[in-house]
């Protein structure tokens, strides 16, 4: 068996039940999905419920354990920067104490550490790759798997669906994604028990209060939505003007990064560079920003999006808040999430005055739980995955994809892990304390070079090519 990936001892292995702490292990490969990982972790165990620990004592879980969160960024293009972790907000995390690893490193961690928990916020095909490699493991006593969704799905539902499968619990915000999670599983005759009705963990914050004096406007952009350098254009001119025509008003645009670095979705044409050639340049009362979503919104007065999750914070806080339709209503855009919310509306309304209605109804449907319900809305998820704990020896991970159900589709997705058709380490598959501390950091240092041509590549280089193409 490959020898552990750091210098510190393997622990003895304790059954999970006689544990004085519950152990859990967040592994996220971007920015948004570690986010949603820890708060997910925090929400599993109860630690939000018991508030912030005092400094020097072990964070407690609600049925009184000892609660311990620790957290693994999978190493890849969207790996989050230092300044990105930092900006995500408290999630009860030290983002010093956060490692990068790569699969490999991470299976050997859950093989040597032994946790109660394995939060999974990861792509779909990383998932389905840490699945078949703790299967893998074949540990006597394996880990509560969990995964999710970091927001709305709206696109490859059934792809990104199936991935997931072979987690224990695989969480869904809402009670409409949860009808059509079990649908999806049901209809290719796999088991959907492990669905479970919860929320976005990250909602919360003090409910809209008009303040004399402030007038704020959000716009809440998005890194791929939409695409085109036109499109792109065309909502940051509309944002600008609508600044202009209310001179009066702080007009906002909330940007989830800087250029160079990576979110969960690729950035090609960053808003900021598009802003330095804005013709008549920007009036006084237009900013950047940047920070934690929760922040902005606690003095936003209208959020305006095409798709963001955040009109789903914005929703949860009764901020009123606006779907753009200027692009169309299209599943390209996502914004066809939003059919029936009474929120698509468009720049010339938003700039008569007009402010959209939401219907409580889809807005109950969607988990916002802007009633007030929010406190429970992890209940039923907290229960699971403690009667899974008291269980006992948990069965063999089984996911849907196997060697045999998708002989031309899993073999592919577990190599971009170094992993084979099994879901053992393929041959090479070295880790960094194999390769000695000095090879260890000349890869490093090589990644980092490599990692910032292939972001060099898509911001730069990629967009170009295409223009070309379309001459």
């Known amino acids: 068996m490959p ?18 702490a519950l152990r859990t292990v967040v592994l996220a490969d971007s920015d948004t999905r570690w986010k949603w990982g820890a708060l997910t972790a925090r929400r599993l165990s109860g630690a939000e419920e018991t508030g912030a620990p005092e400094t020097g004592t072990p964070e407690t879980g609600a049925a009184g354990r000892p609660v311990e969160i620790s957290g693994l960024l999978l190493r890849g ?35 040597d550490e032994q946790p109660d928990i394995v939060v999974l916020a990861l792509v779909g095909g990383a998932v ?15 880990p509560v798997v969990v995964t999710g969704y970091v927001g709305v799905v709206y696109e490859k539902l059934a792809d990104g669906l199936l991935l997931r499968h072979g987690a224990d619990i695989v ?70 003007e609508h600044a202009r025509l209310h001179p009066s008003r702080e007009v906002l645009l909330k940007l989830r990064s800087k250029p160079g670095e990576h979110t969960t979705h690729i950035e090609e044409l960053p ?53 753009l339709s200027d692009l169309g209503v299209r599943e390209a855009l996502g914004n066809h999430h ?46 699971r995955v403690a009667a899974l704990l008291d269980a006992g020896p948990l069965p063999r991970l089984a996911p849907y994809y196997t060697p045999a159900t998708a002989p ?5 997705i577990l190599a971009r892990h170094h992993l084979g058709p099994d879901g053992h380490p393929l041959p090479g598959a070295a880790t960094p304390k194999e390769t000695g501390r000095v090879r260890g950091a000349v890869r490093e240092t090589v990644r980092n070079a490599a990692r910032g041509a292939y ?15 379309e001459l």
């Open 3 to 20: 020898p552990r990936t750091d210098d510190a001892a393997a622990p003895a292995a304790t059954p999970a039940a006689d544990r004085a």
């Open 77 to 111: 293009r969207a790996t989050p920067t230092p300044r990105q972790l930092a900006e995500v907000g408290e999630v009860g995390v030290d983002a010093d104490r956060v490692r990068e690893v790569t699969a490999i490193e991470f299976l050997h961690t859950v093989r």
């Open 128 to 142: 389905q790759a840490m699945l078949h490699g703790l299967a893998a493991l074949d540990l006597p006593r394996r």
């Open 171 to 240: 969480l869904a915000n809402s009670r409409h994604d949860a009808a059509r999670f079990r649908a999806v599983y049901e209809g290719v005759g796999a088991d959907a028990s492990s669905v479970t009705e919860a929320a976005l963990p990250f909602l919360g914050g003090e409910p809209h209060r008009a303040e004399e004096g402030r007038d704020t406007v959000v716009f809440a952009a998005q890194p791929s939505v939409p695409a085109s350098r036109a499109e792109r254009t065309y909502l940051l001119r509309r944002l600008v």
């Open 271 to 323: 808003y900021q560079k598009l802003a330095e050639r804005l013709p008549g340049g920007l009036p006084p009362n237009f900013h950047l920003v940047y920070g934690h979503m929760g922040e902005v919104l606690d003095r936003t007065d209208l959020l305006v999006t095409v798709s963001s999750t955040a009109a789903l914070e914005s929703l949860h806080r009764r901020i009123p808040t606006a779907i």
């Open 338 to 383: 939003f059919i029936g919310s009474g929120l698509i509306t468009s720049w010339d309304h938003l700039d008569g005055g007009r402010r959209p209605d939401p219907d409580e109804a889809w807005v109950a449907g969607q988990g916002v739980a802007a009633d007030g319900t929010y406190s429970a809305a992890y209940d039923t998820a907290r229960a």
């Open 408 to 412: 031309g589709y899993l073999p592919g």
């Open 455 to 469: 972001r060099h590549g898509v911001q730069r280089v990629a967009p170009v090519i295409r223009r070309m193409g």
